[in-house]
């Protein structure tokens, strides 16, 4: 579960923004674990993009990407091929991922309890430097974590930065030299860490993060294959298929910070609604994110993720979305657009309220984050 939502007034806000390049240019509070598509180049930004990047070898077993963006993972191990005896699709992915994250918690609840290459000072170096890059790229995100325990604090930073990492693969200042070999290389890399053979001294982190917390691998293999969309879809027609995508790069990441934070003791109730609210704030955060950021999409990256079917249903021609719906001399946005932006706004905070919801489930050190 994530540890920042936008404020409500941020929803309301949206619906008056309209798609032009000038209009995203503000300083925003992007949620911090949804995917961030829009960034500087700065020297920190490089130097973790090259460290993701630079090891990462053709693989022999490549994914297929699909026309339409599906995504038929890479049999990187034989792991894999057990768990995908057919392709996915939509909502099938997270229920997949969900089912193995609670039968995680309950299988091994304190972690996987893989013995340390690494002594103390070793894994302190490992997660200081984690701690360094998370406050580094997300202020607020690592001003949430100071109000948990140390333990899980650091566990987090060891989350965000392979989430960070994994992001700039397809993201950041190589992103060009990036291919799908190439991301098959970092899930090859993924699987190392949680078997205890973790490449370098971050990914250190996060195999002792997992020998100590129910974390399971499954959420982090779905992350990557969200990167593997980002390299061939632009457009997304239904809601069903832009779902799949804000769970892949968003959602997922309530998944892997759920267990870090803890239930809170007293609660008896299912783990499948704790993690559903986790999943909720994540597609809410992602959503919202999409709605502020469409002019940039169109504009920087030709990607259009509002649901094409649905600009159709509010009579929005895409050529109408890369041009801006709104008269320069006067300011007046369309009002199609603004009727389809509060559809969309409604929608994202239905899924705030499944994560609200879920909040008072965790434990009580790991609350106030989240709120």
């Known amino acids: ?40 180049v700065t020297a920190r930004s490089n130097e973790i993009a090259t460290v993701a990047s630079a090891t990462l070898t053709t693989s022999q077993s490549p994914a297929t990407l699909q026309p339409d963006g599906t995504v038929l993972s890479s049999p990187t191990s034989s792991r894999n091929q057990a768990l995908e005896p057919r392709q996915l699709r939509g909502r099938e992915v997270e229920e997949r991922a969900l089912d193995c994250c609670i039968q995680m918690h309950q299988d091994h609840p304190n972690g996987l309890q893989m013995p340390s290459r690494f002594g103390t000072g070793g894994l302190d170096e490992a997660y200081d430097r984690c701690g360094i890059v998370t406050a580094s790229y997300a202020k607020t995100f690592y001003l949430g974590t100071q109000l948990m325990t140390p333990e899980k604090a650091k566990a987090v930073w060891a989350v965000y930065v392979w989430c960070r990492r994994t992001d700039e693969l397809v993201d950041g200042p190589n992103a060009s030299r990036i291919t799908p070999e190439a991301l098959d290389r970092w899930e090859e890399r993924l699987e190392g860490i949680f078997e205890g053979r973790p490449y370098d001294i971050l990914d250190a982190a996060l195999t002792d993060t997992v020998s100590k917390f129910p974390v399971h691998i499954q959420p982090f293999r779905d992350m990557i294959d969200g990167m593997r969309m980002d390299l061939v879809k632009q457009r997304y027609e239904t809601f069903d298929e832009l779902y799949e995508y804000c769970y892949r790069v968003a959602g997922t990441v309530g998944l892997m910070t759920t267990p870090i934070m803890g239930i809170d003791p007293s609660y008896k109730g299912p783990l499948r609604d704790v993690y559903q609210a986790a999943l909720g704030l994540g597609t809410a955060n992602q959503l919202t994110n999409i709605l502020r950021d469409v002019g940039e999409d169109i504009t920087e990256r030709n990607r259009i993720y509002v649901p094409t079917q649905e600009l159709k249903e509010f009579g929005i021609a895409e050529s109408e979305v890369s041009i801006g719906m709104f008269a320069p001399s006067t300011g007046k946005i369309d009002d199609r657009w603004q009727r389809f932006m509060q559809f969309q706004i409604k929608r994202a905070r239905e899924y705030f309220g499944q994560a609200e919801a879920g909040v008072d489930f965790l434990d009580k050190n790991a609350r106030w984050p989240v709120w």
């Open 1 to 40: 579960m994530a540890f920042q939502t936008p404020a409500v007034g941020q929803l309301q806000d949206l619906s008056s923004h309209v798609p032009c390049k000038q209009a995203f240019n503000t300083v925003s509070c992007r949620a911090p674990h949804s995917r961030r598509r829009h960034r500087p």
